[in-house]
């Protein structure tokens, strides 16, 4: 963790550890049982994360893929070893709002399982792939409560046609639930002209002009006096990974601009300091 320069905020990083195949608008392209034969890409992209964090001596949380972990064990006992949070990004990168309560339970369970075992650590953060925690599926933040998590990072309050509470909390908060306090952590937004807008990484980040990221996180930091949640997948630094077929629309938000995302994370790093996100939210609960 690079040390806050004075009047700095700590931001969050993040990493959701999965494989390019894994993204859900390939999910009719590469079924899942075809995962198997595909050729993976993930150990390598992320080491390559791990060695920039590295780098500019950042830590931070890795929501790393149950299916991932049982296959790679190595590679969760090395960010474990390197020192980040270990978070869990469900077992099989399906929509939480396309499961059933019984099916994610499943699911978180055999995640954090796997993943505790592996390193040694216990799983206390949870992100559903695709920010899938969304009004008709918020009987899952009961669901992770009930499984030991502490804290959700799933929900993200703008409009998507995939995602989104455009009405939720922008900031880290308790929300109580039937059978006690579950944590969330959404996805950074600047609200301007009464709208929420992303700035808080991913596609977000390699497509729109780095200027408006750090403007936002700036924003975040000094006139708000909120931590950043940034996050990135090990993928986007990889402009060699196979091209699969999609709609025009998910093509775009893949693969534009993967060449430049190492670039701009290397600005990033430099401009904000950034932790785990079990460090921030420490600070956001004091």
Known sequence: MRPAS??????????????????SVFDRTVPRADWESME???????????????EHAVRGTFFVLGWVAERYPALVRSVAGRGHELASHGYAHRLVYEQTPEVFR??????????????????????????????RSLWAL???????????????????????IPD???WPHAMARAG???????????????????????????????AWTRWGIARLNQVEGQ?????????EI?????????SALGRFRHYRNLHLTERRLRALMHDFSFGPLDTVLTGCAA
């Not at 699911?107 to 650590?121: P, Y």
């Not at 990889?238 to 999609?246: C, S, T």
């Open 6 to 23: 004075a009047g700095s905020r700590l931001n969050a990083m993040t990493v959701d550890v999965e494989d390019y195949f894994h993204v």
């Open 40 to 54: 993976s890409r993930v150990v390598g992209n992320t080491e390559r994360l791990l060695d920039l964090f590295d």
């Open 106 to 135: 499943h699911d978180v369970r055999k995640s954090k399982a796997l993943i505790e075992d592996l390193s040694g650590r216990p799983v206390n953060g949870y992100r559903a792939p695709s920010f899938s925690v969304t009004e």
């Open 142 to 164: 009961d669901v992770l409560l009930e499984e030991g998590y502490r804290y959700d990072a799933s929900i993200f309050p703008i409009r998507h046609d995939r995602y989104g």
């Open 168 to 170: 939720a909390p922008r």
């Open 180 to 210: 006690g306090s579950l944590f969330e952590v959404p996805g950074s937004t600047v609200r301007l002209g009464g709208t929420n807008l992303p700035v808080a990484g991913g596609g977000y980040f390699r497509i729109l002009p780095y």
């Open 227 to 235: 931590p950043a949640i940034f996050y990135l997948h090990p993928w």
């Open 238 to 246: 990889d402009p060699q990974q196979p091209r699969l077929r999609a």
